[in-house]
Every structure is written in C-alpha cells, then in structure tokens.
C-alpha cells in the first residue's frame, strides 16, 4: 500500500483525529492549566490568556476540553471494543452454528433494536447505579446489538465459501473456524464499521452526559462541557458551542477515515486487499 | 386487493406482538439490578423505613411477573400509574407532553419530508455534478452534527444575534396557532437538519437504482425531459424505499427530539422523561419509554403497510 494512494480527505481525517488523539494522551502536558481549577472570572471571552475563555465557573476552557478528550476518546473506545467483542462473537458464532442459536439470538437483538438506543438506555439508567462501568456496559451492550448484525451476515456470506467448507472436512473445530478461517477475511469490513460505531459511540456518550446521565462532574468530557455552558448562549456567549464543535471535529474526521476504509474494502472485492 | 390484505392484517398483528415483548423487556430493564430497586433509588442513606415505605409503594413485597400483569392491565386501561416524586398521575402529565412532543414531531416532518424529496430529486437530475456533490458532502457533515451543536448554533444566531426567534421554546395551553409555530420554529430547524440529509441521500439513492431500469431508457428514447422522467416514472416505483427511508427518519426524530426538546427547554414528553431519570422515578420512566417505543414500532408499522399499498403487484393480484 502507497502513502499516495490515501486521499485528500481521508489525510485530513487522519491528521485531525491524531491531534485529538494526541491531545488526550499528553493531557497534564499540554493544558496551560489545571481542568479544576477556577483561573479566571466567569465566562471570559477568548485572549492570549485564555485561548477559549473560560466557563462557567471561570475554569480555563482550553484545559478543560484537553482532559475532556481523555474521557470522552478512552470512554468511547472501551464501549466500541466492548460491543465488538460481544456483537462479533455472538454474530460470527449464530453465523457458523446456525440453528436455534442464531434463531434466539436474531430475534432477540430484532426485539432490541425496536425500542431506540437512547431512549432504552434512559430506561436502564434510571435504575442503575451511576458510573463509569454501568455506563460503558449499557452503551457497549446496546450498540452489540448493530455489530451483531453486520458481522452475522458478513460470517453467513463467509461461511459457504470453500475454504470454510475445506477446513470443515479437514475437521477443525468452531472456534478455528471462527478465529482462523472467517475473523480474518471479516476483518476489513468490521475495522471500517469499528470507526463508524466509535462516532456513534461519542456522540451518543456526548448526548447522555449532555442529559446529565452520562459522566459524573467533576470529571470532564465535552457533552458535559456543552451541559455546564449551556445557560450562557441566551446571553450570547458562544462557550457551550466550544465542546460541541469539537465533538463534531472529531466525528467528522474518524468518518473520513471510515470512509476511506470503506471504499478500499469495496474495491479489493470482498475486502481481501493488503492492509 | 384480499392480498394486500392478509399482509398487512400479518404486519399490525406482529407489530402488536411486538409492542407486547417491548413492554415485557422495559419492564424487566428496570428489574435488572441484582439488589434492590428501592434501594437503588433511595441510595446508600436511606432509613430503613423510607426503604420499606418505598417499597410498598412500588409493591416490590410481589413477584415481578405480578408487578408487570398489574402494570399491563393499568396501561389497557390508560392508567399509567403515579409518579413516585410528585404523586400526580402520568397520565395527565403526559397528556399536554406528549401533545407538544407530536407537535413538534409534525412541524419538523412537515418541513423535512417535501424538502428532502425535492432535493433528492434535483440531486439525481445533476448527478455527479456540483449539486449533487454539496449534498454528498453534507451528509457527512450532518451525521456527526450533534443535535446540540446545532440548535445552540441556531439559539446564537437567530435567537440571540438577530432576534427572529424566541431562544427558549416555552409553549402553554390557550396560545394561538401562529405564535405557537413562531416558537417552535427553532427546534424544528433543528430537527430538519439532523434527518434531512440522511432522508435525502436515500431518496436519491432509491430512485438512482430505478433509473437504471429498461423503461427509463425508452422513456428516455421518447424524447421526455428529465424532470418528467424523474417524476412521472421513476419516482412512482421508487415509493416503497423512499417511505421506508421516511420512516425510518421519523422514528429517529422521536429520538432526537428527546435532547432537541432539553436544548429548547421545550414541555415535551422527551424532557419529561429526562427529568425523571435522573430523579430514578421509575413508574414515569416506564411509562415514557414504552410510548416512545410504541411510537417508533407504529412509524415502522406504517412504513411497512404504505409500501405494501404502493406495490401494484399486491394490490392487483392475478
């Protein structure tokens, strides 16, 4: 695979998304301020000290949306892996068993899907104990729900070629099936639908906080940010906007990239090019 | 037409079958604590009595499977229950709610249904060309809008900097028709614009895979303009994936609607159900998602039965 061969626009997503990717990482590095810290007075416009003015506690915005970029990427991440490892493993395991399993399992993630992400989650977190792990399962378990899908009729697709068939007689067992013969050819098909789920991930962690059901003050994480802001757009100032547009930044860059993916995985024919 | 019919008398019986199992599985979201509900809402402090008062006001003292018939016939009945923080009953407070809710839901369809089909035939008139690639790209940008970015985006503007509209949606009972749409205008927009690009790019797509069909050539070997093409022959048979992309995007309105109304401060069912979360008023909580599910199955519902209607082959079987 050649550098020139990405195009412009995956580049563009590619870059920005390392930026955010760099800004949670080096977080305490970075920030010219503590997140918790109240530096300045309430709602400062933008200046040389306060690069995004301050919210509405007088806390440094810049800092605050640098450390919210640990939260909300590590918090997103650990739902998308969570619902990938169970939607994956349930969908390519009701795609090579078949049988009853995929009936129950099938018919219980269409009786899911009838009832809206959100508002179900609502329904679940008006019971649970709010923190971080409830709120990484509930978002990972629900969006399983998608994954499941996608990776059963992709391992239902695979699963009648002859290979899988070859190493059927062979007698190798499911799970060699599954981990060696169709993981590996579902693979570029599921990274691009990874970063699409990963977008929904971080707008749907944003929408919840933004409800004030998602993360806890005082942590931080941008759909929080937009929350604590939000009294101050009537009076015209912009603060809220800050956070939200930085969520939007960063689903729009890894869309980019999925994108891309996408594409390549359509045009190497059943996604089987190099990677 | 009997076969029409018998298919779509199929659908409304599996969608209320459907209906059926969604009421079984939000009941049993909120019984899925290993503990206790009561305790989980009271928190660590509570007293013992304020536990056990709780708790038989939930009636926890029966089997859940008890819990859910009672719950069930209450809701046949149209009782939804008292809700635990004001001990006013959910069905009177969510009568006016939801009301506004659909108001709102109607307003927004009403906008972006025409306009999304409009453009999505002016998209696949000048396909490939620079119409066609603006709203390509805008539909990237519109599925990774959060709602609230854009409806403070809109707040700033035409609330606060120009002043067209009222920032906050604040509706009440007795206020006339005109003020009422003037100060729903915002979220409104702000719906359209989380489903118009989506609804549109489907549009577009549905009726792309139709103009490659033979009598689109020899419609076009008449001699017929494109626009007519479009709309006299691709359009008719291309009906079915555009409802269903309708639907589709109607259901998620009542979703987006849900944070939409926060943004506004809007009394709507979606805020209703907010508040009560947080307050882990379960009764309410229930009662809010199983209307919005049911709402979200009927729109699917529709969807199906109007494609099964627009089909000529079942409508007219031999």
Known sequence: MKFKDIPISAWIGILSTSVFVFAAVFAPWIAPYDMADPVGQVWEPMSWKHLLGTDNLGRDLLSRLIFGARTTLTIAAIATLLSFFVGAFLGMLAAVVGGWIDQLLSRFVDLLMSIPTLIFALVVLSVLPSNLITLILVMGVLDATRVYRLSRAVGVDINVMEFVEAAKLRGENRVWIITREILPNAMSTLVSEFGLRFVFMVLFLSALSFLGLGIQPPQADWGGMVKENKDGIVFGIPAALIPAFAIAMLAISVNLIADWLLNRSADTKGGRGEL | MSGALKLIAQRIALGLLLLLLVSILIFSGTQILPGDVAQSILGQSATPENLANLRAELGLEKPAYIRYFEWLAGLMRGDLGTALTS????????????????????????????????????????????????????????????????????????????????????VYEGMSFADRINTTVLPALTLTLVVLAHMMRMTRAAILNVMQSAYIETAELKGLGSFKIIWRHALPNAIAPIVNVVMLNMAYLIVGVVVVEVIFVYPGMGQYLVDHVSKRDVPVVQACGLIFAAIFIGLNLLADVISILSNPRLRHPK
């Open chain 2, 87 to 170: 001990g006013v009953p959910i069905s009177e407070a969510i009568a006016v709610r939801l009301e506004n809710t659909l108001f709102l839901g109607a307003f927004a369809a009403a906008v972006s249904v025409p306009l999304a089909i409009t453009l999505g035939l002016v998209s696949v008139r000048f396909r490939n060309r620079w119409p066609d690639k603006m709203i390509s790209a805008s539909t990237l940008a519109s599925i990774s809008l959060p709602e609230f970015f854009i409806g403070y985006l809109l707040i700033l503007f035409f609330g606060v900097k120009l002043g067209w509209f009222p920032s906050v949606a604040t």
